[in-house]
């Protein structure tokens, strides 16, 4: 079957089959390897893209139910020039240890800050509570959102400027 | 001293490619006509392989090659002991063993090929408890074997009945500690590659520990080191726990990609992950302490039983570690310990972040505040009363004189930014209402780096590219934890140049000596210690160029010379700081390169002399440690048995941060690590099966569990480590459990001897469900 779905601001058109994860066509058919897989049960977040304004974790979305929709990965996020602020914040909080829960937290703190661009600490936990992290023990990632929402406010920049318009950049 | 690059918070050097989602772990490579592996494991803990039937998994479409243990050319390895099979072949010894393998041109091939292979097998009784183990007449594991016994380590200090003679207080009490998961969050993965350039077979993937890989592969495969060449990727985290489960899919992999030809990857679901990796050893420890009545400790005697499951592994080492801080920092004059590791049908136990220590310090530390107890002794005055200071002698018989022994500095830091004295007098008077709160503290002394283990050395090669800029290699490997920038700090601070010059180099067997394992929290150290060897070697050849070249007309010597800011000064006039630029960094280089000079080196460091005696236990086994102490404060809902943790502050007398905000960053790390063997993990195992095979059921720290965490860093440098440098990594984990016991004791005095503290343990004392804090 074929479906189309907009991903990182760019239509692709994609052959696949009803029984593909949205998470295998992103890292194997479209070679964004930056979407990790950590529990494939919906579990950890490592998996998180935005698909239509949401947050999914996509190992638990099929291919159809993503026929036509818009999707936000961590590819997407910032330009080659200049990283998006919450990228940004990460790198200078320190946040990133093995990083490979990272891409999946990036993008819960996007959509956390979009919607509440002034979190308190509570909110952001409860923003990032579908996303585990094993290394950090979580306080820089915090340190971080926070950060990012200082950024986000001081440039005026709402979080969702620069939103998919890398072009699939990163691949 | 003042630095420019090292002693400060620099941005980590592999933080771009990690926001940006660029960097390729394991699981994202890919190579031309690879295929896919996929293993299939035993159904029963422990059965005879009565015949294996591969021929329809072979005729399914897409199947390119199905081996099983007679295609092994070697069948068994291990680091200390080789007694673990890459395959089962006749017998399996627990439920993660693996029967046979299938390569396929996809996943879905493989998957479905792994169900058309037909085994008979006969399923036998196991053990499953390491009591059973022990016993005289039970079966054994390995019938090849004497016994079940993996490892006895004796340790005998002064003389045991004397001491308790002398004691006026006896206490003897019994812990328990349970399985625990690493859960790191990249799966493992594996991808062997055939011929590529000029090697047998090319391993990626996320390995911990290349070389341990590489000699397993070699092994396996009956082939020369130099034919297996093993390249690290970014690896997902490790904790300790991607060694020997990697090496064993490394062997599979290889032989798969052998026999087809073509490059093999295999990636491990979470299920697989769980359901095969080794865990964190379960511990059964007897603690006998005397002490007199004003408080000072006499005697220890202690039995400790660790569960090996299946294999060796690193059992021995394990075990050996639990030896030297069974004690704790305490001087006691007669000790007597008996360390036990023994084989079972249980899933294998390996290293795992804190390696033997977070069992032992749990029974220890948890034992000296019911000790404080039975004096009527506050328990920080009890532990001041008896810790380690310089020129203390320890349990194996070490004094403690060639380093700062910052104990008491240590734990007084934590008791102010805990505010304890206060907190725990307030806590000890009665509180209303259903939730009531406690604090508790443990403190640490931690080897550093191998110890008696093994042969402790480690190499680097800074190599200098004709622009300026320079390729730094490692023989140790990041795993998560920063050790490239940490590296990174120490060439730049030695050469003077800026970090963003620096390339940091995977590692690669094929180019870099073996450095042994990234484990022990040795990086730093030892690793520190080469990469500085290397800068400091090729600053010599510099500085000599330089000297050469400019010398006479300058009027200076080559060990004038200043590096710093991507440049090379000489000092002139009489005043400190006053300096001239003789030459760019980048400009040298170029000329060095015109002039055939050779910039580049390999940096060796091997660590001081260390001594043990495993009959007595007695000698000096490691040349350095660090002192640690955590406090915890908790809330119970004694209603409920909720424990929540509220703060825990945690000191580690690090002897110097590299990096300040990395060091920090473990710290919170291995804080919630440990907040998570305290109080929630625990894989569940009954008859050998495993229950909890993915993060539903086996569950581990998220945000919402985080509590308010106060690091604070102790600087006392060391005279060995790199500009004093010494371990951060494992000290954070080993405290949590014994402090949050000691916190939870002071809110409901309930003493809770077994981990996790779960909620029927706090509201009845004890667990109603086997092997559940579910
Ligand atoms: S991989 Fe999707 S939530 Fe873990
Ligand atoms: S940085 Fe390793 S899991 Fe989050």
Request: glycine share 10%; net charge negative; aromatic share 6%.
């Amino acid at each position: 079957m074929k479906i189309t779905i907009t991903v990182n601001g760019e239509k692709r058109e994609v052959e696949t089959t009803p029984s593909t994860r949205l998470l295998d066509l992103l890292r194997d058919d479209l070679h964004l390897t930056g979407t990790k897989e950590g529990c494939g049960k919906g579990e950890c977040g490592a998996c998180t893209v935005i698909m239509n304004g949401e947050l999914v974790a996509s190992c638990l979305v099929l291919s159809p139910q993503a026929d036509g929709a818009e999707i936000t990965t961590i590819e997407g996020l910032g330009t080659e020039e200049e990283l998006d602020p919450i990228q940004e914040a990460y790198i200078e909080a320190g946040a990133v240890q093995c990083g490979f829960c990272i891409p999946g937290m990036v993008l819960a703190s996007k959509k956390l800050l979009e919607e509440n661009p002034q979190p308190d600490e509570g909110e952001i936990r409860r923003g990032l509570s579908g996303n585990i992290c094993r290394c950090t023990g979580y306080q820089k990632i915090i340190d971080a959102v926070k950060l990012a929402a200082k950024k986000l406010a001081g440039t005026g920049k709402l979080a969702g400027a620069g939103k998919s318009r890398g072009k699939g950049g990163g691949r | 001293m003042s630095f420019n690059k090292v002693n400060k918070s620099v941005k980590r050097i592999d933080a771009y490619e990690k926001v940006t989602g660029r960097a390729k772990y394991g699981a994202d490579l890919k190579f031309a006509g690879m295929l896919y592996g996929k293993v299939l494991r035993t159904k029963y803990p422990h059965a005879r392989i009565l015949k294996i039937d591969i021929k329809k998994a072979l005729e399914y479409p897409g199947v390119e090659a199905v081996l099983t243990a007679r295609d092994v050319p070697n069948n068994q390895f291990g680091v200390i002991i080789r007694n673990q099979q890459v395959l089962a072949g006749k017998e399996t010894f627990y439920i993660g063993d693996g029967v046979a393998v299938v390569a396929a041109r996809t996943e879905e091939a493989a998957e479905r090929a792994l169900e058309l292979i037909e085994v008979k097998y006969q399923e036998l009784p196991g053990i499953y408890d390491p009591e059973e183990a022990m016993k005289e007449d039970a079966d054994r594991v390995h019938k090849e074997l004497p016994g079940n016994q993996v490892i006895h380590h004796p340790l005998r200090k002064g003389d045991i009945e004397e001491g308790f003679a002398r004691a006026d207080v006896i206490l003897e009490r019994e812990y328990t500690t349970q399985f625990v998961e690493h859960s790191y969050l990249e799966p493992e993965v594996v991808i062997a590659v055939p011929h590529e350039q000029n090697s047998l077979v090319t391993i990626y993937g996320s390995v911990q520990n290349p070389y341990a890989t590489q000699n397993a592969v070699a092994s396996v495969l009956q082939v020369e080191l130099s034919r297996v060449r093993v390249i690290q990727n970014h690896l997902g985290g490790s904790f300790g726990g991607k060694d020997e489960v990697i090496s064993s899919m490394a062997a599979r992999a290889a032989l798969l990609a052998l026999k087809t030809n073509r490059p093999v990857k295999m990636v491990n679901s979470r299920d697989e992950s769980i359901l095969e990796s080794y865990k964190r050893h379960p511990y059964r420890m007897k603690y006998k302490v005397g002490a007199t009545r004003e408080g000072k400790l006499v005697a220890m005697e202690i039995k400790a039983v660790a569960d090996s499951g299946a294999y060796a592994c690193q059992t021995p080492f394990v075990t050996w570690r639990s030896v030297v801080q069974a004690t704790g920092p305490y001087e006691v004059p007669h000790v007597k310990t008996d360390t036990y590791g023994y084989y079972t049908n249980n899933i294998y136990t390996g290293a795992m972040r804190g390696y033997g220590s977070p069992q032992v310090i749990f029974a220890q530390e948890s034992l000296m505040d019911e000790l404080a107890t039975e004096l009527g002794m506050d328990p920080l005055e009890l532990r001041l009363q008896n810790i380690y200071h310089n020129n203390s002698i320890t349990a194996s018989g070490q004094r403690l004189d060639n380093h700062k022994v910052s104990l008491k500095e240590v734990i007084l830091k934590a008791v102010e930014a805990s505010n304890y004295r206060e907190k725990y007098a307030e806590y000890n008077k009665s509180q209303s209402g259903d939730k009531k709160r406690g604090i508790g503290m443990a403190i640490s002394f931690r080897g550093c780096s191998l110890g008696a283990e093994a042969v402790d050395a480690a190499a680097a090669i800074i190599h200098i590219q004709k622009d300026g800029s320079l390729d730094l290699y490692s023989g140790l490997a990041e795993n998560g934890q920063g050790l490239k920038t940490i590296f990174a700090q120490i060439a730049a601070e030695e050469l003077g140049i800026d970090l963003d010059r620096i390339n940091f180099m995977e590692v690669d067997t094929s180019i870099i000596p073996d450095s042994g394992s990234t484990v022990a929290s040795r990086s730093t150290l030892i690793g520190g210690n080469a990469v500085r060897n290397a800068a400091r070697k090729v600053k010599a050849i510099i500085a000599e160029f330089i000297e050469e070249e400019y010398g006479d007309e300058f009027g200076f010597k080559a060990k004038d010379l200043i590096f710093k800011d991507n440049r090379i000064y000489v000092a002139e006039g009489k005043d400190v700081g006053d300096i001239k630029e003789i030459i760019s960094f980048k400009e040298m280089a170029g000329k060095a390169y015109n002039a055939g000079v050779l910039l580049s080196a390999y940096g060796w460091y091997k660590a001081p002399e260390i001594s043990w005696d495993e009959e007595t236990g007695q000698g000096n086994p490691y040349f350095t440690y660090v002192y640690g102490c955590q406090i915890a404060e908790v809330e119970v809902d004694t209603g409920t048995g909720e424990i929540e943790v509220l703060k825990m502050t945690a000191a580690h007398d690090v002897g110097r941060a590299i990096n300040p905000a990395n060091v920090k960053g473990q710290i919170y790390g291995g804080v919630m690590m440990g907040l998570g063997y305290a109080i929630m993990e625990e894989l569940e195992t009954e008859e050998g099966y495993i229950r909890n095979t993915n993060f539903d059921g086996y569950l581990i720290p998220t945000v919402r569990d985080m509590p308010e965490i106060i690091p604070v860093i102790v600087e006392n440098p060391d005279p060995v480590g790199p500009y004093g440098a010494k371990s951060i990594g494992e000290p954070t984990l080993e405290l949590g459990s014994a402090a949050i016991a000691n916190a939870v004791f002071q809110a409901t005095g309930r003493r809770i001897r077994s981990l996790p503290l779960n909620l029927e343990r706090v509201l009845i004392g004890h667990s109603l469900s086997k092997g559940g804090n579910r």
